[in-house]
């Protein structure tokens, strides 16, 4: 009986690990470049360069690398074009920033409009 | 040949024109003699007629297959159904460009017929001409489309086939009426700032000028999306792309002109503002032409390679955004008379809406743009994919919907608060209580964001019913209210459709049978079937789930002219959901094809809100156009 539960259990976690790491696959592969198309991942796309690169990045996943590990080696390898997430970092500060700029600016403008008026 | 010729000399006469229409008005200006306008009203006429002769011959030169003309030979093939042929002459930079200037000079053409003060008109016609001009010159010098090739070759190398679409034929000339007809916007603003009449009466016609390119533009969007959707075969709809992006800056802006020109109108205040936001829309969408037209997009590099065009559109921008913005400031409209002005009232929410507004507009554009500056100043490129653009969006978009439920039902003179507590206690419950039936009884997604997307997207959908039953004046209403309903179903769909959608990626060989989830897919069959310019292959499946039996045929098809293979998905669509298939050939297993199969719920309803959304423009702009006899 015990031997029965272990293995239910043990097949429902198992499949609970295998979804869950096709999900983390096919989350890189939707943050992944394909640089020889145009706007697509690699996800979307099946050139041989998006083919190539599924492949290797679900070997590097079988290896036991992580999510950072794999962007840091495909950045490494061809540049930080190839992730559609932009990294946080010095000069994508002004990505972050710049609308929040916007929207500071914008709340003192209203704020000023609706204080002035009413004085 | 002959036509190549008369073509071109129907351009360059159409510039000659043009230049002597604004020497003309500068003599008009200069001896202050706004008596006669008949010569320039003759000189208008001159130009459109010119350009329109020269985009017929254009399409003659298409139609015929002149190989003689470059742009014919490398966009072009003998081999290509007729409507191909016309809308080819549209497909590629020069022609696009000819079409551009001949809605620039089309609204010149139609604006001088309009009732507006001569004074007025005579301004706008002038500063529409000197941006004819501009383009005039630019099109000519550097992508004339009459240039010819000697020997004539016997072919042409075709066009590219996921452009021969008949979608795609009428897609640009949407898109270039909503993106040029802001032109119209920017040279009525700069006259009615240099003539000192930018006020009530000046929005009041700016109204129809405003909304009719904006519901053109929002029609262009829209099948720009869904062309996007069916031919590039992944499913989505919106890519964030710059492309994408190049034409939806200039709709938030306009959409916020929109709103602001309403304050304008009914309460003579934000004149500054509203100006402002007018000659930035146009702004935007010549932002948008450049990023497009330079070939800036593909990589910096391939700009660098051929920076003629590229260069001459960004100095075109800078120029004419330092010159319209010298005249704003200089002539800055007159300052509000000081009225009593509350914080729940009508204006200041109008407010708020352009504030969030302009808080997305820039979003979308430091995410288009910082890229390529960032790659031209230190040479590092990095990507700016949906993430980034979802992530900060997002959070913004409930409070302004929850503004946008509100807003419309405050009143412009006076503050009612209970009033807006009442309402509050009628949506809310009722919202949530939908929302929960939703949620509860069609799936089990406990996403945070999912339900705040949808909470909010219901809250407004029924603040608009609500509006609408108690609405006493339907008529001056009624397309606001379509806009906004067709608004709170699209948000309402998009998050349904993010979180719901369902995709299965596999290989299968014919007779295959799979159950993915709740999906079984049978490949029952393949044929074949041959066209003038291309062979397809069909392969037939069935899909089923258990509540819905549906069969699909994607194909492949191999385009002869140029060689290319394309991919065409098979979508069954109803009120509930899409069932979309695609298939590519497989490299590995040869007995073997790719299959994509998507399950896209709500797309019926993403397309019919963005029709609604264009529709209740185009009811405004009827309206406006019928009240006050443009």
């Known amino acids: 009986m015990k031997k029965i539960i272990f293995i239910i259990i043990y097949l429902i976690l198992s499949k609970h690990a295998i979804s869950a790491s096709e999900e983390l696959k096919n989350k890189i592969y939707k943050n992944v470049r394909c640089i020889v198309c145009q706007g697509q991942s690699i996800y979307d796309s099946d050139t041989d360069f998006a083919i190539d690169l599924k492949k290797l990045i679900s070997k590097k996943l079988e290896n036991g690398e992580n999510e950072k590990q794999i962007y840091d080696f495909l950045i490494s390898r061809y540049g930080e074009w190839i992730v559609f997430n932009p990294i946080l970092s010095f000069h994508s500060l002004a990505l972050w920033l710049v609308p929040f700029i916007i929207l500071v600016i914008g709340s003192f403008l209203i704020f000023r409009f609706n204080y002035k008026k009413k004085s | 040949m002959l036509f190549g010729y008369i073509g071109n000399l129907a351009l360059f006469l159409s510039l000659i024109f043009n230049v002597f229409l604004i020497f003309s008005s500068i003599k008009i200006i200069k001896n202050n003699s706004l008596v006669n306008l008949k010569k320039i009203n003759f000189l208008n006429n001159s130009v459109f007629y010119l350009l329109l002769i020269s985009f017929l011959i254009l399409i003659y030169c298409f139609t015929t297959s002149d190989f003689s003309n470059v742009a014919v030979y490398k966009n072009s093939h003998t081999e290509k159904p007729l409507i191909y042929k016309i809308s080819g002459a549209w497909g590629n930079h020069e022609g696009s460009m000819v079409l551009f200037i001949l809605i620039l000079s089309f609204f010149s ?9 001569e004074q007025l008109r005579f301004y706008t016609i002038f500063f529409q001409a000197i941006l004819i001009s501009i383009f005039l010159i630019f099109l000519i010098f550097t992508s004339n489309p009459f240039d010819q090739i ?11 086939p996921i452009l021969q679409d008949p979608l795609l034929a009428i897609h640009p000339p949407f898109l270039y009426f909503g993106y040029v007809g802001f032109s119209l916007v920017f040279s009525f603003t700069l006259a009615g700032l240099v003539t000192n009449s930018f006020d009530k009466s000046w929005s009041q016609y700016a109204n129809f000028w405003i909304i009719l390119p904006w519901s053109l533009l929002t029609i262009g969007i829209g099948l720009g999306s869904f062309w996007a959707y069916y031919e590039l075969g992944w499913g989505g709809y919106w890519f964030w792309d710059p492309v994408e992006n190049a034409s939806l800056m200039p709709w938030l802006s306009a959409t916020a002109l929109i709103h602001s020109n309403i304050v304008t109108l009914k309460k003579d205040k934000l004149h500054s503002w509203t100006a402002l936001l007018a000659i930035f829309t146009f702004i935007m969408s010549l932002l948008g032409t450049f990023l497009v037209r330079s070939g800036i997009l593909n990589s910096v590099h391939a700009f660098a390679n051929d920076p003629y065009r590229g260069v001459y559109i960004l100095s075109m921008i ?25 914080f729940l009232q009508k204006d200041n929410f109008i407010l708020i809406n352009n504030y969030f507004l302009i808080f997305f507009l820039s979003v979308v554009l430091v995410g288009t743009v910082y890229p390529i500056i960032l790659d031209a100043v230190s040479g590092r490129s990095i990507s700016v994919g949906p993430v980034y653009y979802h992530t900060i969006l997002a959070p913004f978009l409930f409070i302004f919907l929850f503004f946008m439920s509100h807003g419309p039902l405050l009143s412009w003179n006076k503050q009612d608060k209970f009033l807006q507590l009442k309402n509050i206690k009628i949506f809310l419950p009722i919202s949530v209580v939908t929302l929960l039936i939703i949620i509860f009884w069609f799936f089990d997604q406990k996403d945070i964001t999912l339900i705040l997307g949808l909470l909010f997207s219901i809250y407004l959908i029924i ?25 709170g179903i699209l948000i309402f769909s998009i998050f349904v459709n993010a979180y719901l959608s369902k995709e299965i990626n596999t290989s299968m060989k014919v007779g295959d049978e799979i159950k993915i989830d709740e999906f079984t897919i049978k490949f029952s069959s393949i044929n074949k079937n041959k066209k003038d310019n291309y062979e397809e292959v069909f392969g037939n499946f069935l899909v089923s789930n258990k509540d819905e039996k549906v069969e699909l045929s994607p194909s492949i098809r191999k385009y002869n002219q140029p060689a290319q293979i394309t991919s065409e998905v098979s979508i069954k669509s109803n009120l509930i959901a899409d069932y979309y298939f695609a298939i590519n050939l497989s490299e590995f297993e040869k007995d073997k094809i790719m299959v994509r199969f998507y399950f896209k719920p709500l797309m019926f309803w993403i397309w019919f809100s963005i029709i609604l959304i264009a529709l209740g423009g185009f009811y405004q702009s009827l309206r406006f156009k019928n009240e006050q006899k443009i």
């Open chain 2, 109 to 117: 053409f139609i604006f001088f017929r309009s009732k507006v003060s």
């Open chain 2, 150 to 160: 000697d020997p004539k070759p016997l072919q042409g190398l075709g066009l590219n």
């Open chain 2, 318 to 342: 800078l120029l004419i955004t330092f010159f319209s913005l010298a005249i704003f400031i200089i002539k800055n409209p007159k300052k509000a008379l000081n009225q009593e002005h509350f």
């Open chain 2, 463 to 487: 603040s608009v019913i609500f509006d609408l039953i108690s609405q006493k004046a339907l008529k001056l209403n009624f397309g606001r209210l379509t806009s906004h309903l067709g608004f």
